[in-house]
T-cell receptor, first 113, second 114 residues
């Protein structure tokens, strides 16, 4: 099956700093999503981005599908950004595989005040 | 609009017991799925459904059973609980399985098998 690798595994920042999280995947995909798991365990969908660039406030994401990677940018980080960021991909086999997400192991982000 | 609702939030079982984790969504989503999350790992797909009456296996289906009798509900059954099934279980839904459909997750059920 498809492999998803995220880097770095851990990231510690001071409030106000910028960061870039990376997601590499081993096959072409038609579905790529970024999630934030907050300290209470809730999973929040940040972006649906199988290709191109999207921005939402201080967060933005870029996926280069031909090179099989995606980047999540966090600018002016805040303590509330702490948690685990997951990249999940699907759709490499077409049909119902769109929804069958394969998750990376996540990047643990800690933002200190 | 409640979104995806999972019950219970916490559960402790003894080995060999059976139970059903409930998942309901009120967004008229066709696609629903169950994942498990183990410590330090990403989520792994257990079972999924593309509509009422249609279910299929994901990456780790053994020991679990599902059915989809209505669009709103997608329960996950543990047939005979084992300690290896101690995990956090998440239910997710999306409007359809096609492109452009983000998945929405419930808050999870934390399950411990003694």
């Amino acid at each position: 099956g498809i492999q998803v690798e995220q880097s770095p595994p851990d990231l510690i920042l001071q409030e106000g700093a910028n960061s870039t999280l990376r997601c590499n995947f081993s096959d072409s995909v038609n579905n790529l999503q970024w999630f934030h798991q907050n300290p209470w365990g809730q999973l929040i969908n940040l972006f649906y981005i199988p290709s191109g660039t999207k921005q939402n406030g201080r967060l933005s994401a870029t996926t280069v599908a031909t090179e099989r990677y995606s980047l999540l940018y966090i600018s002016s980080s805040q303590t509330t950004d702490s948690g685990v960021y997951f990249c999940a991909v699907g759709g490499s086999a077409g049909g119902t595989s769109y929804g069958k997400l394969t998750f990376g192991q996540g990047t643990i982000l800690t933002v200190h005040p | 609009n409640a979104g995806v609702t999972q019950t219970p939030k916490f559960q402790v079982l003894k080995t060999g017991q059976s139970m059903t984790l409930q998942c309901a969504q009120d967004m008229n989503h066709e696609y629903m799925s169950w994942y498990r999350q183990d410590p330090g790992m990403g989520l792994r797909l257990i079972h999924y459904s593309v509509g009422a009456g249609i279910t299929d296996q994901g990456e780790v289906p053994n020991g679990y059973n599902v059915s989809r009798s209505t669009t709103e509900d997608f329960p996950l059954r543990l047939l005979s609980a084992a300690p290896s099934q101690t995990s956090v279980y998440f239910c997710a839904s999306s409007y359809s399985i096609g492109p452009g459909q983000p998945q929405h997750f419930g808050d999870g059920t934390r399950l411990s098998i003694l």
